[in-house]
């Protein structure tokens, strides 16, 4: 099935296609260069075997595609809009009546597919591969044994009101809590505590070995041992620990989502992962925002090489994201709403872009 397109239409997205991928491939390449420079040194000293760090990077790449797709766009418009004016192709477009809005809404439209495309990318491939990547590198480059590789570190849960749970490590892998510490409170005055060094997630229930009970009054601590008895009071399951000790990165939007309101209903303040989640929103944008600021400015430098293309497309991708870098820190800080802090860079660049658009002769 062919697209409804008049020749020179299939001529500039085929053109911009190629230059997409030859962008894409450069800025990945630069991209595991730069990381694997940085890096060299602990795989050298850990002894890591060629395959393994073949392997890293192998479940590194989705996640490097996802972040460089923006600046790879960037470049293919540059690239491809200062190309046809350097060859006075637009000269020429211009003179049979078709004008500089016609490449804009096409690459557009390309642009705004790049960030569908990017946004589900994330959601599906990129948390899986980032997790598999991190545990590659715990367990051969940190040194981790595998029970620490697929166990988290210590936790705390409010999972409901005048109640507290600590937990020393969650295994994910079996569904298991070690040091399990649960505490009820009268207030501010400890009522009751449970604790015990195992918990297993049996029959949707937590079971609990070798624990004890403790029962506390004005005048008293009645202490209770057990071997092995259900416990049902915990409030959560094996999947919400996952969630909570899962890095912001590592989750697709819809689990991050989830993740907020289960910290809200357990007390907690979700502040920072709402603006992680306000990100998710806006980052997928910036496929289509930049390729709107990068053709009328190539539109403008009819004359300029490659290498000054390269240079603006830096010079954007690095104002870009370092507002967007800035937004996240306020975010953190609580200087700015969540919404603000992730689309403050979006929008800038977007009203930018239009009146570079407007100013270039069509």
Request: with cysteine; proline share 5%; net charge positive.
């Amino acid at each position: 099935m062919k697209l409804p397109l008049k020749l020179f239409d299939r001529y500039v997205l085929n053109l911009f296609i190629r230059q997409l991928l030859f962008a894409l491939l450069a800025a990945t390449v630069i991209f595991i260069v730069v990381d694997l420079v940085e890096h060299l040194d602990k795989f050298i000293d850990r002894k890591v075997p060629f395959i393994i760090v073949f392997e890293y990077y192998a479940y590194f790449l989705p996640n490097i595609i996802y972040l460089v797709l923006p600046v790879a766009a960037l470049l293919s418009a540059l690239f491809t809009v200062g190309g046809l004016s350097r060859t006075n192709e637009i000269t020429a477009m211009k003179a049979s009546g078709i004008g500089l809005h016609r490449i804009q809404l096409h690459l557009l439209v390309l642009g705004l597919l790049l960030s569908t495309g990017n946004f589900f990318f994330g959601e599906t491939i990129v948390p899986y591969s980032n997790k598999i990547d991190q545990q590659i590198y715990r367990y051969y480059v940190k040194g981790e044994s595998p029970e620490q590789v697929s166990s988290s570190g210590v936790t705390y849960l409010r999972n409901r009101p005048g109640e507290l749970v600590r937990i020393k490590h969650f295994d994910q892998t079996r569904g298991q809590i070690y040091d399990l510490d649960w505490q009820q409170f009268n207030q501010e005055v400890m009522v009751r505590r449970v604790t015990a060094p195992k918990a297993l997630w049996l029959d949707s229930t937590w079971v609990l070995e070798s624990g004890r009970k403790y029962f506390y009054s004005p005048d008293s601590i009645r202490q209770v041992r057990f071997v092995r008895e259900p416990f049902a009071n915990l409030g959560f399951k094996p999947s919400d620990l996952a969630k909570v000790q899962t890095d912001p990165k590592d989750m697709g939007y819809w689990q991050l989502l989830d993740f907020v309101q289960k910290v809200r209903d357990m007390g907690g303040d979700p502040h920072k992962w709402e603006v992680e989640l306000a990100f998710k929103q806006a980052m997928p944008w910036t496929c289509a925002i930049v390729i709107l600021l990068g053709v009328p400015i190539a539109a403008r430098y009819r004359r300029s090489g490659v290498s000054l293309a390269f240079g603006i497309g830096l010079l954007i991708s690095f104002l870009f994201f370092a507002m967007q870098q800035t937004g996240r820190i306020m975010g953190y800080s609580g200087s700015l709403e969540p919404f603000i802090a992730a689309w403050t860079a979006n929008l800038t660049f977007t009203v930018v872009g239009m009146l570079l658009y407007w100013r270039v002769p069509k």
